[in-house]
C-alpha cells in the first residue's frame, strides 16, 4: 500500500504541477502518461502504484530503481515499442552521415532483433548525428548480453529525459547524470 504524504496545495505556475497531476491521476490515467516515457506495462504499473511522490527527484529515483528491475522481457516489450529515430543534421556531408546512419541502424537491427536505442540529450544538435554512428560502430561488436545490458541503460536514461521533461526538471541532477555518448558496456 502506497505511504501518504503531505503534498503542496498546487499554485498556477508551480513546478511541481505535473507532478501533483500525476499524483492525482487514477492508476489508468498514470499508467497511461508513464507508458509515454517507458513502453513496459510493469514498469509503469510499478511507478504507478507507489504514488505520491513528494517530489520530482523520488519520481526519478524510483524510475532509475524500476528501470534496473526490469527483466528481459520487459527489456524486449519496451524496446519493440522504441521508434527508430535518426538525428538530423544539415550542411556539408549530411546526405552521407544519415546514408550511414541508416545503414548502421539496419545492420543492427538485424544483428539484433530490435531498433537502436541511444540517449542524446546530452549532446549537441550537432553532435548526435557522430554520436549515434560511434555508439552503433561500437554497439555492432558487443555480444547478445553485453548488448543487452546496454540497450537496457539507454532505456533507463530515455525514460529518465522523458519523465523530466513531463516534470519540467532537469533528468541528470545527482548520481545518474553522465557525460553523453553511448552507455559504456556492462552497466
Known sequence: ???????????DGDPCRPLLRLNAASVAEAER???GCCRCDR???????HRPYPDPESLLAAADEASYDMTHTDIAQALSAEPAD???????????????????????????GHTFVVCLDDCRPEERVDVALVGLRTRLGHDQDTERAVAAEELRRL??????????????AGPAARPCGPAPPGR
Open 1 to 11: 500500500m502506497p505511504l501518504s504524504l503531505p503534498l503542496p496545495t498546487p499554485r
Open 86 to 112: 535518426h538525428p538530423v543534421t544539415e550542411g556539408p556531408g549530411a546526405l552521407a552521415a544519415h546514408t550511414a546512419l541508416r545503414a548502421a541502424h539496419a545492420a543492427y537491427e538485424a544483428r539484433f
Open 159 to 172: 525514460a529518465r529525459c522523458r519523465l523530466a521533461r513531463l516534470l519540467g526538471v532537469a533528468p541528470h
Open 43 to 49: 514498469w509503469a504499473h510499478r511507478l504507478a502504484a
Open 33 to 35: 502518461t508513464l507508458l
